[in-house]
């Protein structure tokens, strides 16, 4: 579970900063880099929540990652690589925001 490459990690920064753009710059490398802390080592401020579907949070200082996680693919278990998940990002918001 890993930001694939730079040209990604710079298109999920675009992103935030586009729909966040009153938020700092640092503050959109903070969340992006705890996402990916996250993908890589699965360390991490997360919680389940309480709805269907195993949707989880990462803290972030005052912002809320929301987020699901989808285990590799096993057809390739007979292979060396190690087999990764998915993280899907459905949103990052100001915890004020981020629950409603």
């Not at 710079?10 to 996250?38: G, N, P, V």
């Amino acid at each position: 579970m890993a930001i694939k490459n730079r040209r990604e990690a710079d298109r999920l920064l675009r992103t935030s900063q586009s729909r966040y753009s009153r938020h700092s710059q640092q503050t959109a490398m903070q969340i992006l880099i705890a996402i990916h802390r996250l993908a890589e080592t699965g360390a991490g401020r997360v919680k389940t929540l309480q709805v269907q579907g195993g949707e989880k949070r990462l803290r972030v200082g005052d912002f809320r990652v929301r987020f699901t996680k989808e285990s590799g693919d096993s057809g390739n278990a007979g292979q060396d690589q190690e087999n990764e998940g998915v993280l899907n990002i459905h949103t990052v918001r100001n915890r004020k925001d981020a629950y409603r």
